[in-house]
């Protein structure tokens, strides 16, 4: 029995009750401490599944389901095979609920997603190479606030290194935000919205702003509205370089947002080696009175590859964190420590091997 024919024998012969049932019977409430916010409107759970393409006879894992309003339509549209990753341990006798009446495999995950490594989450049959088509892999969720930023972060770094989830390829990912949020990740060049997210997310994806749901659709109502993102994951991102490398970058440009360039890449640099940054901005042919947020990451990546030809000259301003150092002594100071530090140790092992 193929996987339509099989959601469609779920919703005729295995009725359940209504999400606000389930929540009445099982007295399930939203945790205030970890931004839970329930989305109960039928017609947009099944608009942000649409969202994420055909998952007809795919794996689709979703994060943080809750009491399962999104899963339903994840099953309903023809998924393979389906694992919910949930840390609130409330929602587990409603998942199992749904998993008694589901027609598909369906795996439930009791885990923090923030920690969780999907390496061997999926079925090898489902992996990929990376330069082939997308993976039948989904993963789908709508997220609490303060999980989602880091949370893409994380999964963006994934993804620069193949790992996690993309150790089975070009996985795609379908994700709700607060609305700003989401507005920063596609924001283009010139927006006041343009910012270290922005690059950090398209450098490595194709981003996709599907839709806004107004905050009042959710049960209990945020403050802001929530946007849904589709990620894509590119071939090759735009600037072939090391992820931390690229993220230090941007963080040191979009540090005061109105800065110009000759200002804010100074903090990339100690003290007495901050005329490195004008001569970043000459090799990338980048004026100094230009600011972050006019610049593609196509120009940014210029930055970066003189950056890197900088630091593969002299090694130890890889290290260097504007954020940590009070000023170019103390850098200097902290260096030597680690030094003599690494001196000592080689100077006991080659004593502990002779005796």
Request: charged content about 30%.
């Amino acid at each position: 029995m193929c996987a339509e024919q099989s959601a469609k024998k779920l919703t005729r012969l295995l009725p359940l009750p209504t999400i606000r049932d389930i929540m009445q019977m099982y007295k399930v409430r939203a945790s205030r401490r970890l931004s839970q916010n329930f989305l109960l409107n039928e017609a947009l759970n099944h608009k942000i599944v649409k969202s994420a393409g055909k998952i007809k006879q795919a794996e689709v894992c979703e994060v943080g389901p809750g009491p399962g309003n999104i899963t339903r339509s994840i099953i309903h549209k023809g998924a393979e095979r389906v694992i919910v990753i949930e840390k609130d341990p409330q929602f587990l006798p409603t998942l199992e609920m749904l998993k008694s009446a589901c027609p598909v495999p369906f795996e439930i995950i009791h885990g923090d997603i923030l920690r969780y490594n999907f390496e061997k989450t999926f079925s090898e049959s489902k992996r990929k190479p990376w330069e082939d088509k997308y993976p039948d892999i989904h993963i789908i969720g709508n997220l609490p606030f303060n999980v989602a930023t880091p949370l893409i972060i994380r999964w963006i770094r994934d993804i620069s290194l193949k790992q996690n989830a993309w150790s089975y390829g070009r996985v795609r990912l379908t994700l709700t935000f607060q609305k700003e949020v989401a507005e920063r990740m596609v924001a283009p060049v010139m927006t006041a919205q343009r910012c270290k997210l922005s690059v950090m997310c398209q450098n490595w994806c194709f981003v996709d702003y599907k839709f806004t749901i107004p905050g009042k659709a959710f049960l209990p109502k945020p403050d802001v509205d929530v946007g849904v993102v589709h990620f894509k994951p590119h071939i090759n991102p735009i600037i072939p370089l090391p992820f931390v490398l690229i993220e230090k970058v941007v963080k040191a440009m979009f540090t005061g947002r109105q800065k110009f360039l000759n200002n804010s890449l100074k903090n990339l640099f100690p003290e007495l080696k901050q005329d490195l940054a004008v001569r970043m901005l000459e090799e990338s042919e980048i004026h100094p009175k230009t600011r972050a947020m006019q610049l593609s990451v196509e120009e940014i990546g210029r930055l970066c590859f003189s950056y890197d030809k900088i630091i593969k000259e002299e090694p130890s301003l890889r290290k260097y964190d504007h954020h940590k150092t009070k000023d170019d002594s103390s850098w200097q100071i902290k260096e030597e420590e680690e030094e003599h530090k690494l001196e000592l140790w080689k100077r006991k092992q080659i004593e502990d091997e002779f005796y």
